[in-house]
C-alpha cells in the first residue's frame, strides 16, 4: 500500500512576518492625510496579527486661504491651531482571497483600535506692528511671529498680518488631547512576488477625543459650532512593503 504523499508548505505560508508603510488619504485630512508603519506577524494559514503607527493631520472644512495682496503672504483666516493625530494601535486581520504565490490579487479583511493622540499646535503667522501704526508696510518693518488670534490681529479684516510663519513657530505651546479609535478595513494586494508586498487600502475610522479640537475661533462665533470632538472618516491607505 503506497504512502500518502507528504503535504509541503506552500510560498504563501512560508514567511513570518509583514512590514508596509504607506502614505494616507482621508476625508478629514488635507491633499494627504499622513503616513502609517503596520507589522504583521501570521497566526496561521488565514489569521494575522499587527501593530500599527500611524500619523495623520486634520482640517476644519470651513478653513479659508486668504492672500495679503501687498506683501503676496498667505495665512488661514480664523486658524487658531494645526491638528494632528498620532494613532497606535492592535488588529487583526483575515486573508479572505488569497492570490497566487507570484501574481493576481489578495483581498484581506482588518480589524483594529487604539489610542489617539490629539496634537494642538498655535497656528502662528507674521504680524507687522510698524505697518499698522504707520498705516502702510516699510522696508524697514519688523516683524513679530505670535500665534494668531483673530480678536487681535484682525484688524483692518487682517491687512497687517503679512504672512503665516513657519510650520513648527507653535512646536513649543502643543497641546494634548487624548482620544480613542476604532477602524474596520479591506486590503487588495498585488505584487509579483512572494516578498514583495503593494496595494491599497481602503475603510472606514471613528475617532473621538476627550475635548473639541479646536482649529478655527472666528471672532463672535461659538467655536463649538465650528469644531468637533468626534471624526467620523473614509480613508484610503496606498502602501508598499516586504515579508521575511
Known amino acids: 500500500m503506497e504512502a500518502a504523499p507528504q503535504t509541503m508548505p506552500s510560498d504563501e505560508q512560508s514567511y513570518k512576518k509583514e512590514t508596509i508603510y504607506g502614505i494616507n488619504f482621508n476625508t478629514q485630512g488635507g ?4 503616513v502609517s508603519v503596520r ?3 501570521v497566526l496561521d494559514e488565514r489569521w494575522l496579527r499587527f501593530w500599527s503607527l500611524e500619523g495623520v493631520s486634520l482640517k476644519n472644512p470651513k478653513e479659508e486661504n486668504y492672500t495679503n495682496g501687498e506683501t503676496g503672504g498667505s495665512f488661514k483666516r ?3 491651531n494645526y491638528a494632528f493625530v498620532l494613532r497606535p494601535s492592535v488588529g487583526i486581520q483575515r486573508i479572505l482571497f488569497r492570490k497566487a504565490a507570484d501574481a493576481g490579487v489578495q483581498v484581506n479583511g482588518l480589524l483594529s483600535a487604539g489610542p489617539s493622540l490629539g496634537l494642538l499646535m498655535p497656528y502662528v503667522i507674521s504680524y507687522d506692528y510698524d505697518a499698522k501704526r504707520n498705516g502702510s508696510y516699510g522696508v524697514n518693518d519688523v516683524l513679530t511671529d505670535e500665534p494668531y488670534d483673530p480678536a487681535k490681529h484682525e484688524a483692518d479684516n ?17 497641546k494634548i488631547v487624548p482620544g480613542a479609535h476604532l477602524r474596520g478595513a479591506l486590503s487588495f494586494e498585488y505584487g509579483r512576488y512572494r516578498d514583495a508586498v503593494a496595494g491599497a487600502e481602503v475603510g472606514f475610522l471613528i475617532e473621538g477625543f476627550t475635548q473639541r479640537m479646536t482649529i478655527l475661533t472666528p471672532p463672535l462665533v461659538d467655536p463649538s459650532t465650528l469644531n468637533s470632538q468626534f471624526f467620523p472618516s473614509v480613508y484610503l491607505t496606498l502602501y508598499l512593503g516586504h515579508r521575511n
Do not use: E, M, N
Not at 31 to 34: A, D, E
Not at 158 to 174: E, K, M, V
Open 78 to 80: 480664523f486658524k487658531a
Open 39 to 41: 507589522v504583521a506577524r
Open 158 to 174: 487682517g491687512r497687517w498680518i503679512y504672512d503665516r510663519a513657519p510650520l513648527f513657530s507653535g512646536i513649543g505651546q502643543t
Open 31 to 34: 491633499l494627504i492625510g499622513g
